[in-house]
């Protein structure tokens, strides 16, 4: 009889105590069994304080409360912190996994010893209606890191990783309000090939008002932040610095002229001028 390796799961959670019992749930309902649920909450005034009691105090749920701090790669590093399995795994609080999710992602990587990381599929549903994904066109596996320049194609909640990959990058950038999953990807697809299973394993709930992207509106002033950082750095291997260059000045181009448009001059010139620093 095989010994299956613990898979350690975090789930943020602010204020949603009914979606993350959900979330919750449909970890616990895994094929998989060999799971602990890390529940991270960042200073919910809600009822999210309860979520361990409404599973009977199973002993598989762990339950964290931390100061608020509405950043996401922070409550997720500090569930990193105390996971004691071999994998994690993250779950945003309105999202939910199909049943077989994690069971098909450790036979994946136990038949891709190589691979350290495992990506899915997702269905999108906003407002009660499926969204069609059928326009989003990039490569999902192996080395991926030219299509994960232009925006996040990894989704956080399709994720199975080796917890010692997770800890070699350094987790999330804790000062990224969004777009911390776009700026981790970019760092991890720099050096690692990416497995992908090609099944919609999670659902993504969206159109609830309460989730940062709809906070903002748009989220690639946020991507511009995480990428500049990493250029500034020389993160990247040689190949893959100027390419990370020459799409962090179209951004800033992009960016820029909606800025005119919208009379933000200040803000236009900032970003042309990131833009023809990196351009050549």
Known sequence: MSIHPLVSVIIPVYNRFELAKEAVSSVLGQTFRDIEVIIVDD????????????????????????????MPGFVRNRGVDIAQGKYIAFLDSDDLWVS??????IKYLEKNPSCRIVHTR???????????????????????FSDALEKCI????????EKSLYSELGGFDEDLEIAEDYE???????????????????TK?????????????????????????????????LANQKPAEQELAR???????????????EEAEIHESIAARYRK
Not at 154 to 161: D, E, K, Q
Not at 184 to 202: F, Q, T
């Open 43 to 70: 200073g919910s005034i809600d009822m999210t304080s309860l979520l361990p009691t409404y599973y009977n105090d199973d002993l598989r749920v762990k339950y964290i409360k931390i100061k608020h701090s509405g």
């Open 100 to 105: 077989r999710k994690i069971e098909k992602q």
């Open 122 to 144: 997702e269905t999108w549903i906003r407002n009660g209606k499926t969204v069609s994904q059928s326009g989003f066109k990039h490569k999902r596996s192996g080395n991926i």
């Open 154 to 161: 990894i989704g956080p909640s399709t994720v199975l990783m």
């Open 184 to 202: 981790l990807w970019l760092r991890l697809c720099n050096s690692n090939s990416v497995g992908y299973i090609d099944e919609p394993m999670i």
């Open 205 to 237: 709930r969206a159109g609830h008002g309460d989730q940062l992207s709809e906070k903002y509106g748009q989220i690639e002033i946020f991507r511009i932040r995480g990428l500049q950082n990493l250029v500034e750095q020389k993160y990247f291997s």
């Open 251 to 265: 951004k800033c181009r992009i960016y820029a002229a909606g800025c005119r448009k919208r009379r933000k001059i």
